[in-house]
């Protein structure tokens, strides 16, 4: 079973419109959590990260919760544009030892005209 | 350049070809991870250097998969006798410290699409 799980799997908006991705882990102990962004043919590039003390997180249009007692994130993208059209990818770090990370499979986000 | 670099962007081999992928990390990184990534799933850790050292390969698939970092800058992951399966986008991540503190971010490279045929 994989310690990341993310939904839904792909998401059609239309531009303008709001969305909320979802991410479930089992990882633990934890020691912080990543929205990544990854347009096609490029590498992941971080939007937020929270340790678990931590349960919001903004960076400009887009804002991340969590709730480290039920392993639950949430990446909310307000007013969206094209441009978000990409892969968004959870990605949980435990603790000990060096940065290991274990990734979602990503939620495929396309923003249509 | 100020990013992580990989080369080359696209592989084309025929299986049992032996391949080699290469990876520039930003410059004075410790810290470097190869992940393998499939077709619509998350990357998936290979292996971690620490500088020259490699300090986890528990993620490399078979004896097939071997990576150096000899100097503790530029790493290339090798593939000997590829196999269809091999086919995936190889992401070279760089981090600037040894330790996994809350704001040691890893950076990636734009990734080595792999295509076994």
């Known amino acids: 079973k994989n310690q990341v799980e993310q939904s839904p799997q792909s998401l059609i908006i239309l531009e303008g419109k709001n969305c909320t991705l979802q991410?479930?882990?089992?990882?633990?102990?934890?020691?912080?959590l990543r929205w990544y962004k990854q347009d096609t043919g490029r590498g992941p590039v971080s939007l937020t990260i929270m340790t678990f003390s931590e349960n919001t997180k903004s960076n400009g249009r887009y804002t991340a919760t969590l709730d480290a007692d039920t392993k639950q994130s949430s990446l909310h993208i307000t007013a969206s544009q094209l441009s978000d059209s990409a892969s968004y990818i959870c990605v949980v770090r435990g603790t000990g030892g060096y940065n290991k990370l274990i990734f979602g499979a990503g939620t495929r986000l396309a923003v249509h005209p | 350049g100020a990013g992580v670099s990989q080369s080359p962007r696209y592989k084309v081999a025929k299986r049992g070809q032996d391949v080699a992928l290469r990876c520039d990390p930003i410059?004075?990184?410790?810290?470097l991870f190869w992940y393998q990534q499939a077709l619509g799933q998350g990357p998936e850790f290979l292996t971690y250097f620490q500088n020259e050292a490699q300090l986890d390969k528990s993620g490399l698939p078979s004896d097939r998969f071997f990576a150096e970092r000899p100097e503790g800058s530029v790493s290339t992951l090798k593939i000997q006798r590829t196999q269809q399966e091999d086919s995936a986008v190889y992401l070279c991540a760089s981090s600037l410290g040894s330790k996994g503190t809350s704001g040691n971010e890893q950076f990636f490279g734009p990734g080595t699409r792999l295509t076994v045929l």
């Open positions: 991410c479930n882990y089992t990882v633990s102990p934890f020691s912080n």
């Open positions: 410059s004075g990184h410790v810290s």
